[in-house]
């Protein structure tokens, strides 16, 4: 995106999120989180309290009743900040978009032709099936696809790239985005969706945080949470009768007061996690919106870091997507630099990344230079589907580069034969993953001109990481076997898929899916839009077709298919995070115990001092200390929910080890230290 990302704690941040913290204080909203609602509950009745204790109604003192009182209500506080600023990036990023939505005129037309009349109208009135006609300077008013013509799109207001691109009729780059200006020609562009359902409509609702719904693991770990924190409010609420029945028997001691014992009950249940966990999945959705990543769903970034399975195309995601010429194999008795001139000679006119690397490639291995096309007097033949060649007549010679089997055609028209050894140069060619081009002059065959798909460097660790992660690649493309198994060898894939059809692609996804795995698949052609829609997740480029893009749950605003990748890291990143801060949050409850509940019933059982093992300065500074540590460690926390935690390729087994050495370990620990730390402040000025 073209927007500026904002600091962590950038002031146009951190502003809205304290005053949304306290708009979150409704109890509409605080329902929705049940664990902090019963903080929620406690925080008013410790108000309550307060107010009689001042009334003179309550044996504990007011002022320690109002410090409990005032953190909880911070502990509160700070849980509905987590939130509200993961909320504020995505609103950022949202009201960025709506930059992109302005005014535009329409010149809708009445005929699907460039020189049909067409009438002005605002960019609002135009209506799914309309067509409108945009040409160079123009704004593209709505989203749609290109029925005619060609031309240079600026599409950096959404991508952040400022490299025009070509949009043409036909194929899978028809499709344009509403807000972004043509550059150069013109095109017809029949509308696709209606006022308000716009990319960039679509794009705001998705990244609007505030309407993100719970994934199925949030839900599945919520319900684990609210069962704890029912547990715990069964023991706490037992504890009272308890506590006045042992003082009634003994005589002597002081009941348990209900301040103490919402404390207790508070620093019992899992509160660090369930205060951070909404803005854990809002953070992930954000920081995919950061990679240039349009999620539909939290479910969509859930399911990213899910995944067993990715089916990766071969071009433009394993290999660079251009063809080069990698080397010239002349047949017996021609001479290697006059298979190159010629090849040369027959590429002059030819614009692909393969003609021009073979220009390269005979100027490197022989010094040829680019010849004079006027000189020469050439005339050009260009490739079409149906020769299934190219090349030039040059003095009555004709010149010819093209598909083995459309050479020989050519070849055995003009009475010429085709080298039976040139098959078996062929057949080596494909087998090294290579693309074999034959070149013929007059009846006569020169060679083969190899054309090498180039892996791009560094995939093959790449899929090494996800192979230790357990995730299984698939690479999809439409080679033969025999290219297809060269090219999967080199790049380090699990599998490849050869000759890929819409239906293959889609039994595939199915097969994976039958055995419970997860799939995940990038595409951008009308022909992907099947499987992408059957994929658990699906990236469509923003550069392809509608159809693929509907289809999707995720839109790559870069179109760069190698973006799977980091789509599943930082799904995995989400939910390393939050497997991170649940184990930390449960594991700090045990220092809790032993601050709280000795002090909490010490004055009922004399007994449980013994337990003081952290020699705390008294049992109300106790109380207090772990109550204060309960509400700090949320807001000290917030950093990692909304960053998350480092990444790392590595096993569940392994991570698990991981979790347990430093956030377990951790969990256990910090709160030992915090609390001491915190009952020496409170003592040293005089609060306790």
């Known amino acids: 995106m073209s927007h500026k990302q904002l ?28 664990v902090m609602f019963v903080v929620y509950v406690g925080s008013i009745l410790t108000t309550a309290l307060w107010v009689q204790a001042l009334l003179g109604q309550s044996e504990t003192a007011p002022g320690f009743i109002l410090a409990v009182a005032f953190w909880l209500w911070f502990t509160v506080l700070f849980a509905n900040f987590a939130e509200a600023l993961a909320e504020g990036r995505s609103k950022a990023q949202a009201a960025a978009l709506r930059g992109l939505k302005r005014e535009t005129a329409a010149k809708r037309l009445k005929a699907p032709k460039v020189d049909a009349n067409w009438d002005q109208v605002a960019a609002a009135d135009l209506r799914k099936g309309d067509l409108f006609l945009v040409e160079a300077g123009d704004t593209i008013p709505a989203d749609g696809e290109v029925i005619e013509g060609v031309a240079s799109v600026d599409e950096s207001a959404i991508t952040g790239e400022s490299a025009p691109v070509i949009r043409e009729a036909g194929g899978d780059f028809s499709a344009v985005t509403g807000g972004t200006r043509v550059l150069s020609d013109w095109l017809v562009v029949r509308v696709t969706v209606n006022p308000g359902e716009t990319f960039v409509d679509r794009m705001i609702a998705m ?116 063809r080069q010429a990698s080397a010239f194999l002349p047949v017996a008795g021609v001479q290697e630099a006059d298979l190159a001139s010629a090849a040369q000679l027959a590429s002059l006119a030819d614009e692909t990344p393969e003609g021009r690397s073979i220009m390269v490639l005979a100027k490197q291995r022989f010094g040829l230079r680019e010849r004079d096309i006027h000189a020469l007097d050439a005339q050009f033949v260009h490739f079409s589907a149906q020769t299934r060649m190219s090349g030039v007549d040059v003095h009555g010679t004709q010149i010819r580069k093209g598909a083995a089997d459309a050479i020989r055609t050519h070849i055995e028209g003009l009475g010429g034969r085709f080298p039976s050894a040139l098959l078996s140069t062929v057949e080596e060619v494909a087998r090294r993953g290579s693309t074999p081009l034959v070149v013929a002059e007059g009846d006569r065959v020169l060679g083969v001109v190899e054309l090498k798909d180039i892996v791009k460097g560094g995939i093959k660790e790449r899929f090494a990481e996800l192979r230790r992660m357990g995730i299984r690649t698939i690479m999809i493309t439409g080679d033969n076997r025999l290219t297809a198994a060269a090219i999967a060898a080199e790049a380090g894939v699990d599998d490849f898929l050869a000759e890929a059809t819409p239906e293959a692609k889609l039994a595939l996804i199915r097969q994976h899916q039958a055995e419970g795995r997860l799939v995940a698949m990038t595409g951008d052609g009308t022909n992907d839009a099947p499987a992408l829609a059957q994929a658990d997740v699906a990236v469509a480029m923003n550069t392809g077709t509608q159809a693929a893009k509907e289809a999707g749950n995720m839109v790559d605003l870069d179109s760069n298919p190698t973006k799977l990748i980091e789509v599943v890291e930082t799904g995995k990143q989400m939910l390393m995070t939050r497997g991170s801060l649940t184990t930390f949050s449960i594991a700090n409850d045990i220092a809790k115990y032993f601050a709280i509940v000795p002090a909490a019933f010490v004055t009922t059982y004399p007994q449980l001092a013994t337990l003081n093992v952290m020699g705390l300065t008294s049992p109300a500074s106790a109380i207090l200390s772990a109550v204060i540590f309960n509400a700090l460690i949320i807001m000290f926390l917030i950093p990692l929910a909304l960053k998350g935690v480092t990444y790392r390729a590595v096993g569940a087994a392994a991570l698990l080890r991981r979790n347990l050495a430093i956030y377990g370990l951790g969990g256990v620990v910090v709160p030992f230290i915090g609390i001491k730390l915190i009952d020496l402040t409170l003592g040293a000025i005089g609060l306790t």
Request: glycine share 6%; charged share 10%; net charge positive.
């Open 7 to 34: 600091a962590m704690f950038d002031p146009a941040l951190v502003t809205p999120a304290i005053l949304d913290a306290f708009r979150k204080l409704n109890p509409a909203v605080q329902w929705r989180n049940p």
């Open 207 to 322: 990244v609007e945080g505030a309407k993100r719904r719970k994934t199925p693991n949030e839900i599945a770990l919520t319900i684990l949470l609210v069962a704890l924190t029912i547990v715990f409010l069964v023991v706490t609420v037992t504890l009272l009768p308890f506590s006045l029945f042992s003082v009634a028997v003994a005589g002597a001691g002081t009941p348990v007061s209900l301040t103490v014992l919402i404390a207790l009950l508070v620093c019992l249940i899992p509160t660090t996690i369930a205060g951070l966990l909404s803005a854990i999945g809002v953070a992930g959705m954000s920081r995919m919106m950061q990679a240039n990543v349009i999620a539909t769903s939290g479910r969509a970034v859930e399911a990213a870091g899910d995944v067993d399975v990715l089916l990766l195309d071969k071009t433009g995601t394993i290999t660079l997507g251009n």
